[in-house]
């Protein structure tokens, strides 16, 4: 009886403590422009925007992620590009939940299980899947944190479930719907982390080959724990654009 009240007091205080540390998300406005410093490995984002919990055909992917460890905060114009490809998402692939993982820090830095997601420029997609009829299943993808110890071969299949598939093809779809966003707002993708054996599965598919034929950039060797993790998200880094700008002729001969 005694570790039952016990139990419940450690549950009440937990829940208090909860409830504390989610008040900045519950209170967060987005407004102004981010402003990044430094390296995605070393850098920092300054009036960082939180990205929505959920919108109408995605949502984010962990509750402690997002309300507990601050780690939905990401660059103004990325947030711009990320909302816009899920709303393109929404006529390009209209059957598809999609689900954001984990974007940045408040101010960026060091962020708990990365090394990188530092400057607000970077940003993970959950992977949809796809069960042995062909349609979208989601249990899998409602389990939070836990999330990223699910395991899947080379193939795209779930190591414990071998009927749920990885859908590269959707995949593609959100990736050309990210760069098209992206260019609107001189951004561009400056690469995407993947493992590398599914890379050839990837580039197979319809919209893979689109993407191979815009040039958009996939890292072709990682370490082998990034490699590991990597087979059930995908790491988008953006970019600022390269603008060349035109000089008069006087200006050439000043
Ligand atoms: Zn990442």
């Known amino acids: 009886m005694k570790l039952i009240k016990r139990g419940r007091y450690w549950i009440l205080i937990f829940l208090i403590w909860g409830i504390f ?55 103004s114009d990325v947030y711009k590009i990320a909302l816009e490809a899920y709303e393109t998402c929404e006529t390009t692939c209209p059957n598809t ?13 060091k962020m708990t299980f990365h090394n990188t997601h530092q400057n607000g420029l970077g940003i993970d997609f959950m ?24 395991e899947f071969d080379t193939y795209g299949k779930n190591q414990i479930f071998g009927s749920i598939q990885l859908d590269l093809e959707t995949m ?18 400056h690469k995407i982390i ?12 319809p919209s893979g080959k689109k993407v191979k034929e815009r040039g ?4 072709p060797r990682l370490y082998p724990l990034a490699n590991k993790v990597h087979d059930d998200h995908y790491h988008v880094d953006f970019k600022k654009a390269f603008v060349v700008k035109k000089r008069t002729s006087r200006e050439l001969f000043k």
């Open 194 to 205: 993947l493992r590398t054996e599914l890379l050839d599965d990837f580039f197979n598919t």
């Open 21 to 75: 540390c989610s008040l900045d998300q519950w209170t967060y406005v987005n407004e102004g422009t981010s402003k990044s410093k430094g390296s995605v490995r070393d850098g920092s984002v300054s009036n960082a925007w939180l990205m929505p919990w959920s919108g109408k055909n995605f949502g984010y992917f962990s509750w402690w992620s997002y309300f507990v460890i601050d780690n939905a905060y990401i660059h």
């Open 216 to 219: 958009i950039y996939f890292m």
């Open 127 to 150: 992977i949809p899947k796809l069960n042995s009829e062909g349609v979208q299943t989601q249990w899998l993808d409602r389990i939070g944190m836990w999330h990223y110890l699910l």
């Open 97 to 109: 939940f999609f689900r954001t993982m984990e974007c940045g820090n408040t101010n960026g830095g």
């Open 172 to 189: 593609a779809k959100h990736i050309l719907a990210l760069d098209d966003a992206a260019k609107k707002r001189n951004m561009s993708i």
